[in-house]
């Protein structure tokens, strides 16, 4: 976690809504007690009169303004808000200034509450600020030394104004006689009666200014011996910029004043303090530590990343701003000893080690977010937010950060992502670039394998590992001391859930290793199969959701000039392994075995490679810092599409057999690791975390297991039911023939969510278990929409057809059809009904070639005509659509037991087969049929 420098040495505000400047300066008497006096006499006062008062925005003044003047500024700040309404008054009853009493003093000039042509002067009559030391940030490690002086504004009623103006001056003893000041330009549609920035400086000073373009800020004028800067806020909205513009582009604007003439004049003022803190005596306890590094090893790297270890584990951190901690350094020697300190303590003794063993070195400052733009603001110091340490080694340099976590010697070369560092030297230095190079090692890797021993349309058993490294890997430190078994099943419930169904994890583990700072998270258990049925045959894709992405819109004219920001550094690896049931040889790998392309500073190297049962693949994605240039991205878009477009599948052989086609009992043997896994998960899961049961009650279904899915599902209903539940156990009982129990649970899941699909399963039930009447009744209660009709006209007429009905039914599926005509499940149902009743079968076929010819998905629709030519007694065009559907859906059972039927007609024996293999996949399709007249010939 990156730590930030707090630079600033003195922040005024009034609410915690109000951004407002950070100044800065040199050493100067100062106070924890809140002086009040009148304001400056260089202060150009802000008059009410100037606003209106009445009808305008509520915070009426606003008003900023600075002076730099012998090594001290002075802040003023000026605000009056008319108190709208109850809310205002919470928020702005209570005064709040801070200043850091170190560096200088806060001085009230007024509280007033102007109450119609009242004017109530509340210091005046005896109100007092209370000092208070507040640090908020202690849950941070911060101890900023900040003072707080506040006032719960007495009488403060609601249409009343509030007028408070207050100043803080600023002496940094960091920074000698140097200043430096820094205004935001609040930017329309910032709404204000009245705002304005003002900055002046004595007219002989060496002082130097500088704001974005944007800003429009005019030249310092003279007046009264003094160089004035004023703007008038808010300045113009400014422009949009699209998201990934680097943030030279997208930082908002700010007005910077200082007393440095350049980089190297700040790196040579800062300098040395840093040097004097890292001195240290040759018997200390530091160079002690020193010796003990360089008596462990003669590589300069080695000791290098030793000692940055040195300074991330065995001192804490620590944000001590008193005393001008803000700038200045604690020594390395306290830091040793107190054994905590912030970046600057941190980097100041790391400094001082590396110093010690004779590798070259100094600290510099960086910016932790925004260091694109460094070089184009003006050299003031609050640029900054964080130190680090340059060390330079065999002409390499490494950018070490003793706030960080876990560098070693494995990841000592990453380059962070800050851009640009100042090196402080007494001889002054300027501005360096971070020069970007690719991670030697992977942040993370995360590594898959799956084992479809069972068969590659069953699930598989998987060990999953995601090992971190370096930053990352710390953040498991905790995790694997703690082994918190809450947390651990959170991790699986998240995992399974995202996985999809039948996903389920039967272990966790986090692991910690100290001396390779790599954490480890492993998972296992057992997940849905990766392999899907499409274009005939079985295929392992790479997924949408694993396409790179590089898309800038630089469509406006405007936008046209500005480059694109990619992120980094990082590199990451994607390691799988896929055992499969036979020998790997035998499935088609599309894609290059070994690949190595780049697009917009990101490169993706692989390679996949096949032995015995197993193939086995890696993918590293490399990205680095950067940006690409507007003439480029044309060119980096191509090419990321062209890495898109490549085909990486995993394609079984055609003559692949699918599980239903396996004897029971060699299913068993082979599906018994899997419900050992979903046995070890149901015992790993939490007692009241019910998802696992279901997730084997649902790999139960796909191996035919109807009683032991039931077993889950009648804990399910009893611990964690609901209507869908409810209709999942119905379907399992109707396929064991418990037709009586199965409508019992499905007219409760209807009373738990009378919807429509609901009431369509509950009817047909009742229908096909003789309550006609009843299922009649039912469908003529319930409201159907539009987009449900279809589906009504299907199932009513299936209900009215076993009542007798079959001219009603065909009526409504009339209407239907010529309601929806081009609709390829309306026509499907009015085939489906003509062939499934044998009525009107002659006129039929028309219907159902539509239907076919409409649909996107016709395995249904083929299944349907094949009825239909099964009741006209062309027993060729029922068994080719069959084929047909069964080539698109495999596992289609009625379309496989309708096959077997049509078969033996044709004196095929083998039809006997494909009827007990539909009976296993849907037991009661034996009975269904029947009552239809379609049964096997004897």
């Not at 110093?355 to 640029?383: C, F, H, K, R, Y």
């Not at 052989?653 to 046995?679: C, F, G, H, M, N």
């Not at 002659?842 to 083929?862: F, G, N, V």
């Not at 024996?909 to 029947?930: K, S, V, W």
């Amino acid at each position: 976690m990156n730590d930030k420098m707090n630079l600033r040495t003195s922040r005024s505000f009034l609410f915690a809504s109000a951004s407002i400047a950070l100044v800065f300066s040199s050493p100067a008497l100062a106070g924890e007690d809140v002086v009040y006096a009148d304001a400056p006499d260089w202060i150009e006062p802000a008059e009410l009169a100037w606003v209106d008062v009445e009808k305008g925005p509520s915070t009426l003044i606003y008003d900023w303004q600075h002076r730099l003047e012998g090594g001290v500024v002075t802040s003023y700040t000026d605000t009056a808000f008319r108190i709208d309404n109850p809310d205002m008054l919470m928020q702005q009853g209570t005064i709040s200034l801070a200043w850091m009493p170190d560096k200088g003093d806060l001085t009230v000039h007024r509280v007033e509450i102007l109450r119609g042509d009242e004017s109530i002067d509340l210091i005046g009559t005896g109100s007092q600020f209370e000092v208070i030391r507040r640090e908020q940030g202690l849950e941070q490690r911060l101890l900023d030394g900040e003072l707080t002086a506040t006032l719960a504004v007495p009488g403060l009623k609601v249409g009343d104004i509030l007028r408070v103006t207050h100043s803080v001056t600023t002496d940094d003893q960091a920074l000698g006689e140097e200043m430096q000041a820094s205004q935001w330009l609040y930017a329309d549609p910032w709404k204000v009666g009245f705002s304005r920035a003002r900055v002046s400086w004595p007219e002989g000073a060496d002082v130097y200014w500088r704001a974005e373009d944007v800003a429009g800020v005019e030249a310092p004028e003279l007046e009264n011996g003094y160089r004035t800067i004023d703007v008038t806020l808010p300045i113009a909205k400014l422009p949009d910029m699209p998201g990934d513009a680097p943030s030279r582009f997208t930082r908002g604007a700010m007005l910077r004043v200082g007393t440095f003439a350049d980089w190297q004049d700040l790196s040579r003022v800062f300098a040395p303090h840093y040097v004097e803190a890292a001195r240290i005596a040759d018997d200390g306890d530091v160079a002690a530590e020193a010796r003990r590094i360089m008596g462990a090893t003669s590589d300069p790297l080695t000791r290098a990343a030793m000692a940055v270890r040195t300074v991330q584990d065995d001192v804490s951190y620590l944000l001590n701003g008193l005393d001008g901690g803000n700038y200045m350094p604690q020594t390395a020697a306290e830091t040793w000893e107190k054994r905590y300190g912030d970046c600057k303590a941190k980097s100041v003794l790391l400094f001082s080690l590396l110093s010690q063993m004779g590798i070259e070195a100094v600290p510099v400052l960086v910016s932790t977010s925004g260091g694109d733009a460094i070089p184009e603001l003006l050299p003031i110091p609050g640029n900054f937010d964080h130190m680090i340490v340059r060390a330079t080694i065999d002409g390499t340099d490494y950018w070490l950060d003793g706030t960080s976590a876990a560098t070693r010697l494995s990841n000592i070369g990453n380059v962070p992502a800050f851009f640009h560092a100042l090196p402080l030297t007494e001889q002054g230095a300027d501005l360096v670039t971070m020069d970007q190079r690719e991670p030697a090692t992977p942040d993370m890797i995360m590594a898959l394998s799956t084992d479809y021993s069972a068969g590659i349309d069953l699930p598989s058993l998987f060990e999953m590992s995601m090992t971190f490294s370096g930053p990352q890997g710390a953040r498991l430190r905790a995790m694997a001391d703690e082994q918190d078994e809450d947390t651990l099943r959170q991790i699986a419930t998240g995992f399974a859930n995202s996985a999809g169904a039948g996903a389920a994890v039967s272990d966790v583990t986090v692991t910690y290793d100290e001396e390779a700072a790599v954490g480890v998270m492993k998972l296992v258990g057992v997940m849905p199969s990766a392999f899907a049925w499409s274009d005939g045959r079985l295929r392992m894709e790479s997924g949408d959701d694993q396409n790179f992405v590089f898309n800038p819109d630089r469509a406006r004219p405007e936008w046209r000039d500005i480059p694109v920001q990619t992120p980094g550094p990082s590199r990451n690896r994607v390691e799988a392994v896929v055992i499969l049931p036979g020998d790997a040889s035998a499935f088609t790998q599309t894609g290059p075995a070994i690949f190595d392309e780049s697009f917009a500073n990101t490169r993706i190297a692989g390679r996949t490679d096949t032995s015995g049962n197993r193939i086995v693949s890696s993918v590293d994605v490399i990205q680095t810092l950067g940006e690409i240039a507007p003439a480029e991205i044309s060119a980096n878009k191509r090419a990321v599409r062209q890495i898109n477009a490549m085909e990486v599948e995993l394609i079984a052989p055609e003559d692949v057999t699918w599980r239903w086609q396996r004897d029971p009992s060699e299913i068993a043997r082979r599906v018994k690791p899997l419900i050992e896994a979903y046995d070890a998960a149901v015992e790993f899961s939490a007692e009241d975390d019910y998802s696992v049961h279901a997730q084997r009650a649902n790999f139960r279904t796909q191996i035919y297991d109807w009683e032991g899915a039931l077993e889950d599902l009648d804990l399910l209903v009893e611990k964690d039911t609901s209507a869908n539940v409810l209709t999942w156990r119905a379907s399992v009982l109707g396929a064991l023939g418990r037709d009586a129990e199965a409508i019992a649970d499905a007219r409760r899941a209807y009373e738990l969510d009378p919807n429509s699909s609901n009431a369509f399963f509950l009817a047909e039930l009742l229908a096909y278990d003789g309550k006609r009447d009843e299922a009649l009744e039912l469908l003529e209660q319930v409201p159907v929409s539009e987009e449900e009709s279809g589906n009504y006209a299907s199932t009513y007429a299936t209900v009215a057809g076993l009542a007798g009905k079959t001219d009603a039914a065909l009526e409504l599926l009339g209407d239907e059809v010529a309601d929806k005509p081009l609709n390829a499940s309306v026509l499907n149902a009015d085939c489906w009904f003509r062939g499934l009743f044998n009525i009107g079968v002659d006129s039929a076929m028309a219907t159902c070639t539509k239907a076919i010819e409409r649909a996107t998905d016709s395995a249904p629709m083929l299944d349907s005509r094949a009825m239909v030519s099964y009741r006209m007694g062309d027993y060729d065009a029922a068994l080719k659509d069959l084929d047909s559907a069964l080539e698109l859906v495999p596992g289609l059972s009625a379309s496989l037991y309708l096959r077997g039927i049509v078969r033996l007609e044709q004196g095929d024996a083998g039809g006997r087969e494909d009827i007990a293999t539909a009976l296993r996949m849907e037991p009661y399709l034996a009975r269904r049929y029947a009552m239809h007249g379609v049964a096997p010939k004897d």
